[in-house]
């Protein structure tokens, strides 16, 4: 089943605002990912990384374009199938890490299983399963606010793993943390990737943390500069080749490679 | 989310500001408090009214008496007429109205008017005092409607109207002082009662003890039946029959069976023969009224400190949803829909709602009890059976969830403006 996993994006358009103080902040993205892959989209910032991974995501709806999840076009979807995708099927690393301060660490990390409709117990008993697996199962029942930042971002990877998702999307996972910790962080991701096949979407401007990936969009000003073509190392049937074909539509002038080349 | 795992959340979500809701319970706890005991003292009273006037009417009974029409002002004098007008003015109307006192001829039309069984002149006896046994008289009165009505007994039965012997019910307040051991120990027992006749002299009539009654407000003195009033009634007279027999007021039967309508037209009748007939309902009716008006305009302030608390429910509320955005935009982000947010900060408004008003009944109870407990012994000693405060579990429950439906209404536009956030645009706020 999770083979055929697949995000494929057509054409994404989105901006913000409107009439004068309009900013459109993608202006026709194609992205295809394929299940078991590790994609990062770089960027500088403000370039439309987080723009683009939300609507990946299925958390915001593109102006233009289409987009299918596992072959089912997003628009097609009702709200309610697009929760029950979100709450089931992705997992979410947010550039900031968004921890219900006053509550506890374990309950931080069952919150979407709650939302679910998860029974108490069988909730309790995933989530301290996720936190033994992050080395955090002593840390259960401390309050949120007071771990370290690299604990911090480990409670929000465990919230973004105790549902079992197929993708886990992440923005700059270690924008927030220093070198050492943020290397504990990546490992931890790309360990899931590994082990359980987790697809890894991962927004960043870290070159090294790019490179790690088996594939790496750049965008610049709302539109792709460049694909690397997959490596070996992609776990995926589907090999996204036909990504050229869109990423030659967009304006391939010298400057967007320089900039591709400036980031790393 | 399952709904048990809502409500939790909206509770702990409650007390995560402490302060906060501290504050807002308690806007919401003056309101509940008030509402609480207003209500209590509306219903004190009215079971007081109810348990004075009500038990002393028997529901098949009018007050008749003339209709005032010839006092009205502007129709000038009226021609006295030896059979019709025959009748002193008596003081049975309000102050500053006269009324044509009843005259034989007038019960007579009055018993003649369809649907009227029968009809009883009230004779008022004025008896100087009662004495028993151990000797010393008191000064004493006799409630002329006695007969037709039902008093509030401590001991022994009620009068007997059929009866021949003459019986009557002694107000509690007698039952030490005329050296009987106990209400219980009154009955029974053989009193005389003195009255002086219109001639000056002095007469004893004897009267059985049945009862003993509760005193009340609005039928103080002895009750006596027909057969004693007739005794007492002789004895005033002196035996002289007086050319005229006027009577203020006159109590007709109607049928029981009679439905309100019935009622209603039966009045109609006897107004346009020329009397006022009112039932014992009517007159409790007005009583009622004045206290349910009270008690309207003091729930209406309660009902305003709601008001006023309610935009504190809002204003803590949305403060919340402000502070929460981040919170709400992440749930929604992992699925949580729209509903759902709107049903958990709707929660916490009704949570809020409830904290107050329980608070604020509980403590009305518990104030309020003690209260009416040190009132009635003190200053509202001289009425007993009056509870001044009577909560009711029913009004209390209606308080609790009038005040829970104010705060689920006050919680309706935070929970809109958070059930509406865009989960991208909460996630993006800093
Ligand atoms: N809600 C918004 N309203 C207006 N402009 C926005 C909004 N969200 C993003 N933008 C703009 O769109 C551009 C792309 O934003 P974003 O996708 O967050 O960039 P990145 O994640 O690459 O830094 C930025 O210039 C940002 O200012
Ligand atoms: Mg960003």
């Known amino acids: 089943m999770s083979s055929e996993w697949v995000i494929d994006a057509h054409g994404l358009e989105k901006s913000y605002g409107s009439g004068t103080s309009r900013f459109d902040a993608l202006k026709g993205v194609s992205v295809q990912i394929a299940a078991g892959e590790t994609v990062a989209i770089v960027g500088k910032s403000g370039s439309g990384k987080s723009t683009l991974m939300h609507l990946l995501a299925l958390l915001d709806e593109p102006d233009q374009g289409t987009l299918e999840v596992a072959g089912q076009t997003a628009k097609s979807l009702s709200k309610r199938a697009v929760n029950e995708l979100r709450n089931k099927e992705f997992g979410f690393v947010f550039q900031q890490f968004f921890l219900t301060p006053n509550v506890s660490v374990l309950d931080n990390v069952i919150l979407p299983l709650k939302i679910a409709g998860m029974g108490g117990k069988e909730r309790r008993r995933r989530g301290m399963e996720v936190l033994t697996q992050l080395e955090l199962a002593d840390k259960a029942g401390n309050k949120a606010t007071t771990l370290s930042g690299g604990q911090k971002q480990r409670v929000v990877i465990g919230r973004a793993l105790v549902n079992a998702p197929r993708v886990i999307f992440a923005d700059e996972p270690t924008g927030n943390l220093d070198t050492a910790t943020g290397a504990v962080v990546e490992d931890i991701l790309f360990e899931l990737n590994r082990s359980q096949g987790i697809t890894l979407v991962i927004v960043t401007h870290d070159e090294e943390l790019a490179a790690r990936c088996d594939r790496q969009i750049y965008i610049r000003d709302g539109l792709v500069v460049q694909h690397t073509a997959a490596r070996s190392a992609a776990h995926s049937a589907a090999a996204p080749t036909n990504t050229e074909a869109h990423s030659a539509a967009a304006p391939t002038n010298a400057e967007a490679h320089s900039t591709a080349g400036g980031a790393a | ?430």
């Open chain 2, 1 to 430: 989310m399952r709904t048990k795992d809502l409500i939790i959340s909206a509770i702990s979500n409650t007390f995560r500001s402490k302060l906060r809701t501290t504050l807002t319970v308690l806007a919401i706890f003056v309101g509940a408090f008030t509402l609480t005991l207003t209500n209590a003292v509306g219903a004190g009273v009215s079971q007081y009214v109810d348990a004075q006037v009500g038990a002393l009417g028997s529901p098949d009974v009018f007050i008749i008496t003339q209709a005032s029409d010839a006092s009205t002002a502007g129709d000038g004098p009226v021609k006295y007429d030896a059979a019709s007008s025959a009748s002193v003015a008596s003081q049975q109307g309000p102050p500053g109205t006269t009324t044509k006192a009843l005259t034989d001829a007038d019960l007579a039309s009055i018993a003649n008017v369809a649907g009227i069984e029968s009809v009883d002149p009230i004779r008022a006896v004025q008896a100087d005092y009662i004495e028993s046994e151990s000797g010393t008289p008191y000064e004493f009165s006799i409630n002329a409607t006695s007969a037709v009505t039902t008093a509030d007994l401590t001991a022994g039965a009620q009068l007997d109207g059929s009866a021949s012997a003459a019986q009557l019910v002694l107000p509690d307040t007698f039952v030490t002082p005329l050296g009987f051991a106990s209400a219980a120990d009154a009955v029974g027992t053989s009193v005389s009662i003195g009255i002086t006749d219109i001639l000056g002299a002095k007469h004893v009539v004897a009267a059985t003890i049945v009862g003993v009654s509760l005193e009340s407000l609005l039928a103080s003195g002895a009750g006596a039946n027909d057969a004693l009033i007739a005794e007492l009634a002789d004895a005033q007279s002196g035996g002289i029959d007086t050319a005229v027999t006027s009577y203020g007021v006159a109590v007709a039967h109607f049928d029981t069976a009679l439905s309100a309508d019935g009622i209603t037209a039966l009045k109609a009748d006897l107004a346009s023969e020329g009397y006022t007939a009112s039932t014992i309902a009517d007159q409790l009716g007005a009583v009622q009224t004045v206290i349910t008006g009270i008690v309207g305009v003091l729930n209406a302030f309660a009902v305003i400190a709601l008001i006023a608390a309610a935009f504190g429910i809002i204003n803590t509320l949305l403060m919340s949803v402000q502070e929460r955005t981040r919170e709400i935009g992440l749930m929604k982000a992992m699925g949580m829909s729209g509903g759902k947010v709107y049903t958990l900060f709707s929660l916490e408004a009704i949570v809020i709602g409830f904290l107050g008003s329980a608070l604020g009944a509980g403590v009305a109870i518990g104030l309020g009890s003690a209260l009416s407990a040190v009132l009635s012994r003190g200053l509202l000693s001289g009425l007993p059976g009056l509870n001044i405060l009577l909560f009711e579990p029913a009004s209390v429950a209606l308080v609790i969830g009038l005040v829970m439906l104010i705060a689920f209404l006050s919680g309706t536009l935070p929970a809109q403006r958070a059930a509406k956030q865009n989960p991208i645009e909460s996630l993006r706020y800093e």
